[in-house]
């Protein structure tokens, strides 16, 4: 059973490194910045015995991520762990700019040299998670909320996969791409087919979507339709062979490229940019959709999409009934700044510091 089932139901407070299962060598300062190892050398032989609050904060409206992956790590690599005392937010929380998220109360050697680190898994948890929430919100906008699919597999690194696959989640992304991208918090990663299948076919979406059925009976028939750059044409070739079947046609034509729909009715263009997974072409797929009695197939949009642009789109009412979005969820923006702010219990930090305390953070156990 996986941690995150245990925490739902109130079996554990917290993930832990059962979880993350965090690189050793962190233990070394491996991933210290190297400041950070001299000064505990410095502390262990001058001011051992003094005790620093240092606290976590950033600067915008976000979804907070990363309260879970930080606490393990601190109780994972911290000496004397234990005998810290440690205040945090939740993952999920809504968070104010300046608002204190965490605090770490003890022996500066005993855990300084991991500011960094908790720096960098906030920063990056907290951005996914907020780029999420912020597509997620934009795609309710028409007062039905539409699933936003995680596809960020392409866009960075694939051994981030399984933390911005939690971050999503708890930004509110229940469907992800990849295996990965679940470990943390679900089961399996879910998707169709990509143009290389309709390629290995000659273009041949029909085929290619007979294959795909016959070797996963199992799965919701979704269809990719834009390989041949005609979305309307396929997507009816493919709405006539499997009728009921067909659950949806997916549409990923690129900023680059103009739909032979356009070609066929040029009149319509002239008032709008007609590239992509443009509105007038969306409006036009459903309409031949509907006019053919497939009003139960499904658009799923993909490419390019990020908040701005899903608002845009919901505000027009484009009928889009599930959105996919990659790179612009995997923009990291938000910094965060941890501070010492109290020496032995009085006020000590830097210019421009001070201690924020923050009634909603809870006591770590």
Same mark, same amino acid.
């Given at each position: 059973m996986k941690e995150i089932e245990l925490k739902m139901q109130g079996e554990i407070?917290?993930?832990?490194?059962? #979880?993350?299962?965090?690189?050793?060598?962190?233990h070394e300062g491996w991933f210290s910045a190297v400041y950070f190892l001299k000064t505990r050398e410095i502390v262990e032989k001058y001011h051992s015995d003094n005790i620093v609050t240092m606290q976590f904060f950033q600067k915008e409206h976000a979804i907070l991520c990363g309260t879970d992956e930080v606490i393990a790590l601190i109780k994972t690599f911290a000496?004397?762990?234990?005998?810290?005392?440690?205040?945090?937010?939740?993952?999920?929380?809504?968070?104010?700019?300046?608002?204190?998220?965490?605090?770490?109360?003890?022996?500066?050697?005993?855990?300084?040299?991991?500011?960094?680190?908790?720096?960098?898994?906030?920063?990056?948890?907290?951005?996914?998670? #907020?780029?999420?929430?912020?597509?997620?919100?934009?795609?309710?906008?028409?007062g039905v909320q539409k699933p936003v699919i995680f596809m960020g597999d392409r866009d960075?690194?694939?051994?981030?996969?399984?933390?911005?696959?939690?971050?999503?989640?708890?930004?509110?992304?229940?469907?992800?791409?990849?295996?990965?991208?679940?470990?943390?918090?679900?089961?399996?990663?879910?998707? #169709?087919?990509?143009?290389?299948?309709?390629?290995?076919?000659?273009?041949?979406?029909?085929? *290619? #979507?007979? *294959?795909?059925? *016959?070797?996963?009976?199992?799965d919701e028939l979704m269809a990719l339709v834009d390989y041949n750059n005609d979305v309307i044409t396929d997507s009816l070739k493919v709405a006539r062979e499997f009728g009921e079947e067909l659950k949806g046609v997916r549409v990923d034509t690129s900023r680059t490229m103009v739909?032979?729909?356009?070609?066929?009715?040029?009149?319509?263009?002239?008032?709008?940019?007609?590239?992509? *997974?443009?509105?007038?072409?969306?409006?036009?797929?459903?309409e031949a959709l509907d006019k053919e009695g497939f009003n139960h197939v499904k658009i799923v949009a993909t490419g390019g999409f990020n908040?701005?642009?899903?608002?845009?789109?919901?505000?027009?009412?484009?009928?889009?009934?599930?959105?996919?979005?990659?790179?612009?969820?995997?923009?990291?923006?938000?910094?965060?700044?941890?501070?010492n702010v109290l020496l032995n219990g009085e006020h000590e930090a830097k210019a421009g510091r001070r201690y924020r305390d923050n009634p909603r953070l809870e006591l770590v156990d």
């Open positions: 407070k917290r993930l832990t490194n059962q #979880t993350f299962k965090f690189d050793e060598r962190i000496k004397n762990a234990d005998e810290l005392e440690i205040h945090s937010l939740k993952d999920g929380d809504k968070i104010k700019p300046f608002e204190t998220v965490l605090t770490i109360k003890g022996p500066y050697q005993n855990f300084g040299y991991l500011e960094g680190i908790i720096d960098g898994i906030f920063a990056r948890r907290t951005s996914v998670a #907020t780029n999420v929430y912020n597509v997620v919100k934009a795609a309710r906008k028409s960075d690194h694939f051994t981030q996969q399984s933390g911005d696959g939690y971050a999503a989640y708890i930004g509110g992304s229940k469907a992800q791409a990849t295996h990965a991208m679940n470990e943390w918090w679900g089961k399996q990663g879910m998707g #169709t087919m990509p143009h290389a299948l309709i390629q290995l076919f000659r273009g041949d979406v029909v085929e *290619a #979507t007979k *294959a795909y059925k *016959a070797e996963f009976p199992e739909d032979q729909y356009f070609c066929r009715n040029p009149e319509v263009m002239g008032a709008f940019d007609p590239r992509g *997974a443009n509105p007038v072409l969306l409006f036009a797929l459903r908040a701005e642009r899903i608002e845009s789109y919901e505000e027009q009412g484009v009928p889009i009934d599930i959105y996919g979005v990659g790179g612009s969820l995997l923009k990291i923006h938000i910094g965060f700044t941890g501070d």
